[in-house]
């Protein structure tokens, strides 16, 4: 987690002092900028704590959820297709939820609950593509990413405990 910090701190870094970003001109006060950052952030952090708790595994469920978040985020930032920004407490509660799912999912693999892993990944599939603002990546959360996670299971703790 701290080696993934690092590294999104150095791009932010290098990108700031070639010029490409300059922190002065981000919208900081806009609603859409903080949610969106707001997302951003609380991905990175579940991110980089799962990571070390699942081993880099790359099963359906992980595929479905980077597919919302693909979707979510190329419909929200670049093509706004079914993109929305109101209303923002509608939005907020998609950073809320996230953040909930996210939670859940971190304690499952605390506690080994298969239940609970499911759980938050169904909340963070509830909350990513509405935190963004995206009607694509709600309807790709619905038709692949539910389907896709409910035999989500601890594949990778069983393996390391066999050997």
Known sequence: ???????????????????ILNPETLPWHSSEFQVCGATVL????????????????????????????????????????????????????????FAAGSFVRLVAYRNMSLRNLRLGRYLQLAGLPVALGSIAGTVVALVAGIPGSIHEDFENQHEETDI
């Open 42 to 97: 609380l991905y990175l952090f579940w991110s980089a704590s799962e990571s070390k708790n699942r081993g880099g595994s790359a099963s359906l469920p992980y595929i479905v959820f980077y597919a919302v978040l693909l979707v979510s985020s190329v419909d929200s930032f670049l093509l706004e297709l079914t993109a929305y920004n109101s209303p923002l407490i509608l939005r907020w509660t998609g950073v809320a939820l």
């Open 1 to 19: 987690m701290v080696l993934r910090s690092i590294a999104v701190l150095v791009l932010i870094g290098v990108l700031w002092l070639l010029g």
